[in-house]
């Protein structure tokens, strides 16, 4: 059932309908409490008393249309966020996907960070798997694929700098092994970078299974932290569908810990540590051992 069908007197309907009737914009499929704080918000800034008011000024004003749209998007990110999870990464996720490509003698890791805002998740895994790789003397290869909608995040991502304030949860010797010193920031080093490919890429497109520049999916690991909460339950669904199909049998999901329940509503994912929110599809559940259940 389309949940938009359902949605009676929504205050937000106003909103909606002038972005997409006046200047082609969608975004309906935000959630609606976060569009809400965000109405409020340029409204606010633009010195607009009523919600009424503001979208008289939205209907007529191009500019503020695409600062309002500007602001629904979410770049908060930080390197090694949610330790748990990236404990469970460094201890057992990741030297599991070693064992096995190495055991299996063909093929490297796989990886997408989906919603990867400016850089800091998919380089954190980088990191790990580039000291993890360099401690056993593993000869396998991987590429992460990162991904977001703002392309002027993916820049920054790209350069692969960030100030010492940005870099508050990278311990020392990640620090001293995986970047350089330029001035007052950090550089992440050339054999890290060329690890990780970032693109534009839209969870929601829905012509496509996968972000073009991977070709294919059949990731080891997704990543999709923070970003599931921010739309409404059927976008929701839309984008656990497109990480389902794009992980390859026994994959990994690693999301937010606020989005655990948003996952296991959803069906096709089981928490596998319930303290964590770390996820496998129920058809190729593996417990600690590694042994397929």
């Known amino acids: 059932m389309n949940s938009r069908k359902n949605k009676n007197n929504n205050p937000n309907d106003a909103t909606v309908q002038i972005l997409g009737r006046a200047h082609g914009l969608d975004v309906s499929f935000y959630e609606e409490s976060f569009l809400r704080k965000v109405i409020d918000k340029r409204r606010v800034a633009a010195g607009i008393r009523t919600v009424d008011d503001y979208n008289v000024v939205l209907a007529e004003n191009r500019s503020e249309a695409e600062k309002f749209c500007d602001s629904l998007r979410i770049i908060y ?32 890791i796989r990886i997408w960070s ?38 002027p995040d993916l820049e920054k991502a790209r350069a692969g700098v960030y100030s010492a304030d940005e870099l508050k949860n990278v311990r020392l010797r990640h620090l001293t092994d995986s970047f350089t010193r330029t001035g ?79 996952v296991e509503r959803a069906g096709g994912f089981r928490n596998v540590f319930p303290s964590i929110p770390v996820f496998q599809q129920r058809k190729f559940i593996v417990n600690a051992a590694g042994k397929k259940r």
């Open 114 to 151: 989906a919603g990867c805002a400016s850089g800091q998740e998919p380089w954190s895994v980088a990191i790990l798997l580039n000291e993890l790789l360099r401690k056993g003397h593993e000869l396998v290869p991987y590429r992460i694929f990162a991904t977001d909608l703002s392309e």
């Open 184 to 262: 007052e920031c950090w550089t992440l080093l050339p054999g890290i970078r060329e690890r990780v490919q970032f693109s534009q890429y839209d969870l929601l497109d829905a012509d496509t299974v996968c972000p073009p520049s991977s070709i294919y999916g059949g990731f080891d690991l997704v990543l999709c932290s923070n970003v599931l909460l921010y739309y409404n339950p059927e976008a929701q669904l839309r984008i656990l569908d497109k990480l389902c199909a794009g992980l390859a049998g026994g994959g990994w999901l690693i999301t937010g810990e606020s989005e655990r329940q948003i």
């Open 77 to 108: 990110s930080e390197f090694f966020r949610n330790p748990l999870s990236f404990a469970l990464l460094e201890q057992l996720i990741l030297p599991g996907l070693i064992k096995a490509k190495r055991a299996a003698g063909q093929g490297g």
